[in-house]
């Protein structure tokens, strides 16, 4: 049984005695007091849209503006323009962070967020690695080759995915050791205090995650002018990407890049925490209770009609379009599993290609050439493989909510595989790796918080929707049928434990209670992405 007291996440505190950078206090002091309140304002907004969705009210296309009605444009910088892979991994991983930036990606994501656990120690180690990574600097001990590697000069972007506007932190400013702060105005601050342009390799690029509303980047974009105002740098400075991976931010495309247009390079498909935003906000609807994770193709209505109206939008502004990730990963270590993993891969970015994005998000050394393979030009912007909006005004948005009828399969198999990777997701949380190898798939928070929201559904929608058992005989999914299913999978996951295929960390002690917080955050309907 689930206990009631346990919670999948806390806030990201600093520990006693924790020293900020000599200067920080005072630089940050002043930003807190106008970005906190304000951010604090927004992730309570996100709140009361959720709450309204889940009576009836559902995301919609706002009026006409100046966003969407007047002529302005996005200037990408020279450096920008070929960005037919970015590659993405959690930047408190040294040797991944030299490897991603020597693999000849056009694009690096180092992420604070998603794919690192959000812990104190993490982050901290995520912001030096970021900073090393701008300077060149960053190095890691090669153990198989006995040498010290670092990063090759390159023209590479690097871009830091700071946390989202949904998640605050306690103390690590000077301030009092319990105030919360902005998680995402801590990231920047931290970075940009200490950025020096003259040291800088690699220009100075942020991700915007998990936005939900275009007011929110008028808050982005506030912080990016008053840190360059502080700093003495041009007012356009520093640039950015921006994830599109809610289902309100669908409806806002144009009116979100409006306020980022002296910033932001382009969009991305974030497709997994996408889906996830999807099941989220149609959670009442038993017509949203999706198939069995990894029997939905690439091409789903639901994301097709999207993956096709961010280039139109983005390319008529003047900003790159990049699709999303693949999940399942190549291996070094199964050949048939890698020619797979690359198979796919291979065929997704072909048909983000042929729905007019720019490029395409890795997560592999070994999956960028195949990538950067499906895009024969730097970009498609303006040239006549390129999408273009030739709707008229009236017709110019897609359905973005096309149910997905008729796709993949529900079944029991499937839920029980979503109970194992929660389990398995968790424990690797309580070791501090906040993304984790597992069946051959790439799994971080996005692909964990789909797992949970789709048992959930099957649970709250369990009299409309028939999930087959073995045989094909309907299987009612009750709280108590997921009690057992966890129950079942943690007694497999023990007994698989010191195997040679089992290279999860951990023990019984951190598996046992990664099976307690997984099956309590379903219980509990903790789905928002932290």
């Known amino acids: 049984m689930a206990d009631p007291a346990l ?4 806030v990201n505190t600093a520990p006693p005695g924790a020293r900020s950078p000599e200067g920080f206090a005072a630089f940050y002091g002043p930003l807190h007091q106008r970005f906190t309140p304000w951010q604090q304002e927004l992730a309570a907004n996100r709140k009361q849209r959720l709450t309204a969705a889940h009576r009836g009210e559902l995301p919609q296309h706002l009026p006409p503006s100046e966003a969407t009605e007047s002529d302005w444009l996005i200037r990408v910088p020279e450096w920008a323009l070929d960005q037919r892979n970015q590659m993405t991994g959690p930047a408190d991983d040294a040797e991944l962070c030299v490897k991603m930036l020597n693999s000849g990606a056009p694009g690096v994501m180092l992420d604070l967020e998603d794919s690192m656990a959000n812990q104190w120690e993490h982050l901290e180690l995520g912001i030096a690695n970021v900073l090393q990574c701008l300077r060149g600097s960053l190095t890691f001990f090669d153990k198989k080759r006995n040498k010290e590697t670092g990063i090759q000069p390159s023209k590479t972007v690097i871009y830091t995915r700071a946390r989202g506007l949904h998640l605050s932190q306690r103390g690590g400013f000077g301030g009092a050791d319990e105030e919360l702060t902005s998680a995402s105005l801590y990231d920047v601050a931290r970075i940009c205090f200490e950025v020096k342009p003259e040291e800088l390799k690699h220009p100075l690029c942020f991700y915007i995650p998990k936005s939900e509303a275009a007011e929110e980047a008028v808050w982005w974009a506030d912080l990016f002018q008053r840190i360059a105002a502080y700093k003495r740098w041009p007012q356009d400075y520093i640039k950015c990407m921006a994830l599109v991976e809610s289902h309100p931010l669908a409806y806002q495309i144009e009116e979100f890049l409006y306020p980022l247009r002296a910033h932001i390079i382009g969009l991305n498909l974030g497709r997994w925490d ?34 096709e109206l961010i280039p139109a939008i983005c390319h008529r502004r003047g900003a790159l379009a990049i699709g999303g990730m693949t999940a399942l990963y190549p291996s070094r270590e199964d050949a048939e599993l890698n020619v797979r993993a690359l198979d796919v891969l291979a065929k997704d970015k072909k048909n983000e290609a042929l729905c007019g994005m720019d490029g395409a998000w890795t997560g592999h050394p070994d999956q960028n050439q195949v990538a ?18 030739t709707r008229s005004k009236e017709q110019r948005y897609p359905d973005l909510r096309p149910k997905p009828t008729g796709v993949g399969k529900h079944s029991l198999e499937g839920t029980r595989a979503a109970v194992r990777t929660v389990v398995r997701y968790r424990n690797g949380v309580l070791n501090g790796k906040g993304a984790s190898l597992l069946d051959g798939y790439m799994e971080d928070l996005a ?4 797992y949970r929201l789709m048992i959930a559904q099957r649970v709250r929608h369990a009299d409309a929707v028939s999930i087959a058992g073995e045989g094909g005989t309907p299987v009612r999914h009750t709280p108590e049928l997921i009690a057992r299913l966890f129950d079942e999978e943690l007694a497999r996951i023990l007994n698989e434990l010191g195997t040679q295929k089992f290279k999860d960390p951990g023990n019984r002690d951190t598996f046992t209670r990664a099976r307690r917080i997984a099956e309590a955050m379903v219980r509990h309907h903790e789905f928002d992405p932290v």
């Open 7 to 10: 919670h999948g996440f806390s």
């Open 274 to 307: 996408y889906m996830a935003s999807l099941i989220h906000w149609n959670l009442e609807d038993a017509g949203w209770v999706l198939p069995d994770r990894n029997t939905i193709p690439h091409d789903v209505k639901f994301f097709q009609n999207l993956r």
């Open 372 to 389: 950067v393979a499906q895009f024969p030009d730097p970009n498609q912007m303006g040239t006549p493989t390129g999408k273009t909006d």
């Open 447 to 450: 692909t964990d918080r789909i």
